[in-house]
């Protein structure tokens, strides 16, 4: 019995072989009928021995396993350094390209400084930046970003200069309060911790009208600061037995700053001259 089978078999094996021979078009339906029979045991085939060859590969220890996650955290953390670093060179650009547009549409003079180096026992008070003598700044010259003030060059070297902040108590600047009448002295705090330091407006009277949001701008008063240059804004208003005070937040964020602005209080160089009015011709006398 098992040998008719065999034969069997090799005929229908035969018969299909000789079936293929056949020339198009007479074939075709003949074989895409075969095809569509004999095609899941075919895909099914493939799939056992694809799973067989899978079965038969080396099994990975442990320790080749954890060797190759570490690898992949390695590669996923690296990837994440870069990351950041392209959004910090971004962010630096973008600053820069302000920082190029915001001078050369100042109508003063002003000098570009990168801040070196800030002290923790003086870092609300005082930086060094990397312009001095040598770029002929000056001492009182003011120090401002696009932003808002900074402060004033207080001591000078060569190739660097000291600038004292608003926020350190021993500057002091006339301000005034927009919207309103109000004008003072602000001040910074002795012994700042916070990490948002705050400013006082003080010589107020205990009745002014300061409405919370208010911009304060440089008065123009004295000999150091120019006028109109924003300090910061009015967070809250305290009245006291001698008077009032403004308290305000920088316009600054004096926590991130890298670079500022030296102010010539000089007109710029490139600015043209006043126009004047030539003088009335005089008649002859007849």
């Not at 590669?75 to 600053?95: A, F, K």
């Not at 991130?256 to 009335?280: C, G, M, N």
Request: contains cysteine.
């Amino acid at each position: 019995m098992r040998q008719l089978n065999i034969m069997a078999l090799l005929v229908f094996l035969g018969a299909v072989g000789w079936i293929f021979t056949w020339p198009d078009p007479a074939a075709h339906a003949v074989k895409k009928r075969i095809m569509s029979v004999f095609s899941p045991f075919m895909r099914t085939g493939t799939a056992i021995q694809e799973n067989i060859s899978t079965l038969s590969a080396p099994a990975r220890t442990p320790s080749e396993m954890a060797a190759e996650n570490a690898s992949l955290h390695l590669q996923i953390e690296r990837q994440q350094i870069l990351n950041e670093e392209y959004d910090r060179v971004v962010r630096e650009n973008n600053e820069l390209r302000g920082m190029l547009s915001f001078a050369k549409n100042h109508p003063l003079h002003l000098t570009t400084a990168r801040i070196l180096t800030r002290h923790t026992a003086t870092y609300w008070s005082t930086a060094l930046i990397d312009r001095g003598l040598a770029d002929n700044l000056a001492p009182d010259l003011p120090v401002r970003t696009a932003e808002g003030l900074v402060g004033k060059i207080v001591h000078l070297y060569d190739r660097e200069s000291e600038v004292l902040f608003i926020t350190d108590e021993t500057c002091k600047v006339a301000v005034r309060i927009e919207g309103t009448t109000e004008q003072g002295i602000l001040t910074g705090v002795r012994g700042i911790t916070s990490r948002s330091p705050e400013l006082r407006i003080t010589y107020l009277p205990s009745e002014a009208i300061v409405p919370v949001g208010a911009k304060v701008f440089t008065s123009g008063k004295g000999t150091v600061f120019p006028p109109d240059i924003l300090v910061g804004e009015v967070i809250r208003f305290n009245k006291l037995d001698d008077g009032g005070e403004a308290v305000v937040r920088p316009a600054v964020d004096f926590d991130k700053i890298k670079y500022v602005f030296v102010i010539d209080r000089s007109p710029a160089a490139s600015a043209p001259p006043a126009a004047t009015t030539p003088p009335r011709p005089e008649v002859a006398p007849q």
